[in-house]
C-alpha cells in the first residue's frame, strides 16, 4: 500500500490517500478536492471511499465537494454521524461562530467493521475520547490514529462530545497492538505507535 499525505490548504490537518492496486481511499479529505484529483491522476488510480476519523470540521473541508467530484461513499462511525450534519457539532460554530454543515454519511461505521480496497484491509479500531465516534484504521503495519494519538500528544476533549476519560481507556487500548506499527495522525508527523503512547504515558 502506497501512503501520500496531501494536507495542502487544510488547516495543518492532515489528508491521507492511501492506494493499492490502482484502488484507493482518502481518509480526512482537508486538501483541495483539485489537490486530491491531481494526486489520483498521478497515481493512475480511482477513488472507492472516503473514510473518516472524526467529526471535526478540519477533517472534513472538502468533503461534500469531494463526493460530487466522484461519486464515492464517505464512512464515519455512527456514534459522530450528527457531527456532520449539525453545524454546531462539528467545532466550526464553536471556534467562528458560524454554522457549517455536511450531508450525512453514507456508510456508518462500529468498532471491528473491515474496509476492503485494491488488495489492502483497514479495520475500524473505536477510539473515543476525542469525540465519542473517533475512530483509527488499522493496516498491516499502519495505523491511522486521526485526533486520537499525535506524535507526542493527543487530542483536546473539551469540544462538544468530548470525554478525558474516554480519551485515558482509548490510548490504553492501543497499547495492546504491536509498538513497531507507524502511526498517520492527524496533525504533524508520523511516528512509532510505542513511542507515540510513552510521549502520553502521563495521562494513564
Known sequence: M??????????????????????A??????ASVKVICEALDNEGATLRGILLTHGH?????????LRDKTGVPAYIHKEDAIML?????????????KERAYR??????????????????????HTPGHTHGSVCFLAD???????????????RCDLWNGDEEK????????????????????????YKLGMALDNTAYLL
Open 141 to 155: 503495519g499502519h495505523v491511522f490514529t486521526g485526533d486520537t494519538l499525535f506524535a507526542d500528544s493527543y487530542g
Open 57 to 65: 470540521f478540519d477533517h472534513i473541508l472538502s468533503l461534500d465537494t
Open 104 to 125: 450525512a454519511a453514507d456508510k456508518l461505521l462500529s468498532d471491528g467493521d473491515v474496509i476492503s480496497f485494491g488488495d489492502e484491509k483497514l479495520t475500524v479500531f
Open 25 to 30: 481511499l482518502v481518509i480526512d479529505p482537508t
Open 167 to 190: 480519551m485515558r481507556s482509548s490510548l490504553k487500548k492501543l497499547r495492546v497492538l504491536d509498538r513497531e506499527l507507524t502511526i498517520y495522525p492527524g496533525h504533524g508527523r508520523s
Open 85 to 97: 450534519t449539525d453545524g454546531k457539532k462539528n467545532a466550526f460554530f464553536e471556534l467562528f461562530g
Open 2 to 23: 502506497k501512503i501520500l499525505n496531501i494536507c495542502e490548504g487544510s488547516w495543518a490537518a492532515n489528508c491521507y490517500l492511501l492506494v493499492s492496486d490502482k484502488d
